[in-house]
């Protein structure tokens, strides 16, 4: 298992910017993990927002994120980033870091490690 620890959250005004940032450790994070984010809005259910392959590093968005944030990843560093431009106040959830050494997906189950979370608030 692979240990996951997400920052860089906060609050912004709409059409702000926020870089989020999740560091991991436990295992060999090098290029072995894909990598994902998703985020959870009150009284809504988890929603994917992007993944980071772990062999090519190409990337994979939600349809309302693509344009506005970008994926990517650190091997050096462990760490896997979310840098979020243009934001919305629909954008405003707990923020999510994922892992998985075998799968590459969109759904909560296709990750097995978690971090957290970070809350991300965007004001209008």
């Known amino acids: 298992q692979v240990q996951l620890v997400e920052s860089g959250g906060g609050l912004v005004q709409a059409g702000g910017s926020l870089r989020l940032s999740c560091a991991a450790s436990g295992r060999t994070f090098s290029s072995t993990y894909t990598m994902g984010w998703f985020r959870q809005a009150p009284g809504k259910e988890r929603e994917f927002v992007a993944h980071i392959r772990k062999d090519s590093g190409s990337s994979y968005y939600a349809e309302s994120m693509t344009g506005r944030f970008t994926i990517s990843r650190d091997n050096a560093k462990n760490t896997v980033y979310l840098q979020m431009d243009s934001l919305r106040p629909e954008d405003t959830a707990v923020y999510y870091c994922?892992?998985?050494?075998?799968?590459?997906?969109?759904?909560?189950?296709?990750?097995?490690?978690w971090g957290q979370g970070t809350q991300v608030t965007v004001s209008s």
């Open positions: 994922a892992a998985d050494r075998f799968r590459l997906g969109v759904q909560t189950k296709d990750f097995a490690s």
